[in-house]
């Protein structure tokens, strides 16, 4: 901590307004199995300072893995240089008022029974092992099975000119089991089952995670695709499962609503606050801290500028109501900084960025969801997506079925979804009762070039109504 | 560490660092390599500045003892960073209980082929150059038109060495300096938004900026007025250079890559010497096109990069094969070992070295593009990179993806649509293209190629 106070005062008197400076120090780890092969067993150590100079408005950005004082200073001197080079240039300035200092404690770490640190190779070996042989005893016609496990955890330290003191320990851990099978005919079809986010080992012995829980769940939905029928094309109603309604609340809301879209108006969310967007079912939130235990997700007590995060609710009922921000957004907006400033690794300036995004539940079963849906596709688990600065999204789910008057008659592959967010909003006819947050170490979110940030998707299960979905006409 | 030196220097430190791996564990071989990227990044969005300058280093160390291998990046690539990871590797193998059968040796020495064009007048673009010109370039995209509301314009210049070195004796290395421009404009009619965006990026020359702004300026607005396209039903697509790129990219590029084939991943595996595709298409992977960002003198692992023949008039040649792929297939490497990518981290260093593409060069055909939009009766011409394109799965060759930029097309004649959804086979579609273009334009995507025509795939709009 006295390296990056140091770097603070040698910024400020270079004559930068304001400096805020980083490091984390990471250990990601990660095994990978395909088939009979240990493919790679792998020990990351991600270490270094980053620091941000902010002068008239303007803003550069240095960093080095070096600990060399000389390295750390030409650092600063590099942020700064950019910073007072940029001003000419800056129209929407975004600097921001010193506030009281920020100081992290103990209970800002999320406290975990068994630290990953503690158990050996051969114990995590042993839960991809399991995954996969369960995936084998479940699947059918299986041509590769892939079983992998990440870690992350390590220290992140901040101070700033405000003089916050930040220490707090990030922790992710993940089990994902892949199956890939073969039809008759020669086609491959495949699924994905995985559970992770914040968490200690202990979250592989809780029902529903354990590495038995995931292999069965992905041989058993390969083997239901072997004799899936191609999604049909065309507009039908809709039942999302949780992970895809997270999908959508983080791709296609989400990404609007970071404000660094929002001041420069390219967002359509631009100047929309208080605007009635949605239906009355569709509320959406962005939150740090959610209650980990009770639905999973990603603990991110503070972003990458120091500011603490909490719950911030974008989409009330269907109104907008607040954006994502940095601290010089939420100034020139004035809103409330709201603590989604991030950086996927020291080597990037931090932006505004989601923590854990997810659509609010409502008061349905899955039966009476169902029902409600009537006739259409139900959507399960997400593949990815991909969102425009118009609101147009397209994410691919994993799976689904056809459903005929509340019943599930047969299931369904390549469902793919699209629209524009702006219009689907508001055609959102209920939510189930159930809420999880998806969060863990492989894959992410990307911006900007920074990818794979760590992120938590979720919600309940959705419907909705009259959704484009692609496929064979 | 300067431009001229970097190979020397960082070539010093993996000897000094293998020797050191020997003196840890005398029976475990050893993988060193190093990644130095000296860059500085702009972007100004509508009067926002994000800059960035500094280097991001870093190790990848790779310890084999029998068939037992671990992997151990870090941040940094001083010589204590590199021990570091070295005891690191070297202690995770000496507990593994757990092997990797298929595993052989690391790369062997195979000499290197050519770095490419280096431009020195690369080395002295700065931060101010950078700033001035993204301004320059938001400047002329908004005067072009009052209804461009939003223009984002991104610059870069910087230079990157990596080197290679392991037990087997080889040690190499390999450097290269690009810069990049690129603009996004938005038009924006009420609530209507059309985007659309021009770029250039080259190791040969420093950037030209001028006019792109316009030409994206003016693509974004012939979008507005958009109508709905209101049919479901198959029909010919026109990929232009950046869609087609991406086409291949997702698609036939993923399914040569000899991880996938061994692995059963790939649909293509068993098929060399088949004829998959129509036979006006030819794609070579030049690991050797000296004007390519992709090129360099070794691949990830110390290998020299080549020139494989992918398909030959629709005949699959060959597969793209990394030491480890190639020795379980049966075959040679054939230097196409990468880190990082399209589809990884942003920090090379920290990814396996696995199989990738170098630069995929499609053969041109002998149309214009117009005269291949005027051969259509109807059908959609798509612009750009459609979405959900690289979410595809390599395997199925499925791919269900939205076109925002698009057009109807009858007769030649552009009408502008609202997005539509395009969806089909990768592999079927290499069969059904009816016709190849002859614009022939470097893409940032990895992929050389014109403007390609598709029949075959389900069109909703």
Known sequence: MDTLEKAVDFGEKLGADFVEARFEDLTLRSLQKINENWKDITAKTRSGIGVVCYYKGGSGYSFTASKSDKDIQEAVERAFKIAKASVPAVSIKLGFDNQPPVKSTGSDTFTVKEHPKHHSIDEKTELVNRAMDTAKEHGENISTITGLYGELYGTKLFTNSDRSIIDWEFRVVDLVCYVVSKTKEGNMVNNLERSGGTAGFELFSKEGSTPEDIGRKAGKGAKAQLVARACPAGQFRALVDNVLAGTLAHESFGHLSEADFIVTSSSPLTGKIGTKLGSEHATIADNGVPDIEKHGGIWLPFDDQGTRSGETTMLDKGTVTHYLHSRGTAKYLKQKPTGNCRAVHFGFMPIPRMTNTYFKPGDLTEEEALELLGTGVYAIESQGGQVQGDGSFLFKARSGYWVENGEKKYPLREVSLSGNILDLLGRVEGATKDFKIRGGYFGGCGKSGQYPLPTGLGGPKLVIDSVTFGGKA | ?461
């Open chain 2, 1 to 461: 560490m300067e431009y001229d030196s970097v190979k020397e220097e960082m070539l010093s430190r993996i000897d000094t660092a293998l020797k050191y791996a020997k003196s840890v564990d005398k029976n475990a071989e050893c993988e060193i390599y190093l990644l130095y990227i000296n860059s500085c990044n702009v972007r100004i969005q509508d009067g926002v500045v994000t800059a960035d300058d500094g280097i991001k280093a870093g190790t990848a160390v790779r310890v084999a003892k029998g068939k037992k291998v671990s992997f151990a990046p870090s941040s940094g690539i001083e010589l204590d960073s590199i021990k570091k990871s070295i005891q690191e590797a070297t202690a995770i193998v000496q507990k593994l209980s757990v092997e990797d059968p298929r595993f052989d040796s690391f790369c062997p020495p195979s000499g290197a082929g050519k770095e490419g064009v280096f431009c020195s007048d690369i080395l002295d673009v700065d931060s101010a150059y950078l700033i001035k010109a993204a301004d320059n370039m938001i400047s002329e995209a908004k005067s072009v038109d009052k209804r461009i509301k939003s223009v984002t314009a991104s610059c870069s210049a910087g230079w990157t060495g990596f080197a290679v070195g392991n037990s087997t004796g080889l040690q190499q290395a390999s450097r290269i300096a690009v810069n990049s421009c690129n603009v996004y404009c938005q038009a924006r009619v009420g609530e209507e938004r059309r985007q659309a965006g021009e770029y250039d990026i080259s190791r040969e020359r420093i950037f030209q900026h001028e006019n792109l702004p316009t030409e994206a300026a003016n693509k974004a607005l012939s979008f507005l007025g958009a109508k709905k396209l209101d049919k479901t039903e198959v029909m010919p697509t026109i990929w232009n250079n950046e869609a087609s790129a991406s086409y291949i990219l997702a698609g036939l590029g993923q399914a040569v890559r000899g991880n996938n084939v061994v692995e059963g991943l790939s649909p293509l595996a068993d098929k060399i010497g088949d004829e998959i595709a129509n036979p006006i298409l030819s794609i070579v992977d030049d690991g050797q096109d000296a004007t390519s960002i992709q090129t360099h003198a070794i691949d990830a692992e110390g290998h020299a990069k080549q020139k494989i023949p992918i398909l030959e008039k629709g005949v699959l040649k060959n597969y793209l094969f990394d030491h480890y792929y190639a020795k379980i297939f049966g075959a040679e490497s054939t230097g196409s070992s990468s880190r990082g990518g399209a589809f990884s981290s942003t920090l090379p260093y920290e990814d396996t070295a696995t199989v990738g593409l170098s630069t995929f060069n499609v053969k041109s055909g002998n149309k214009s593009e117009e005269e291949l939009l005027e051969e259509v009766d109807q059908g959609i011409y798509i612009y750009d990179s459609p979405m959900g394109i690289y979410h595809t799965s390599v395997e199925t060759g499925e791919f269900s993806v939205v076109c925002p930029q698009v057009y109807l097309i009858e007769r030649g004649e552009k009408t502008p649509i609202q997005p539509v959804s395009v969806a089909g086979k990768f592999y079927e579609g290499l069969e059904n293209l009816r016709a190849i273009a002859k614009n022939i334009k470097k893409t940032p995507y990895a992929v050389n190629t014109p403007t390609i025509a598709f029949d075959g795939f389900s069109v909703v709009g």
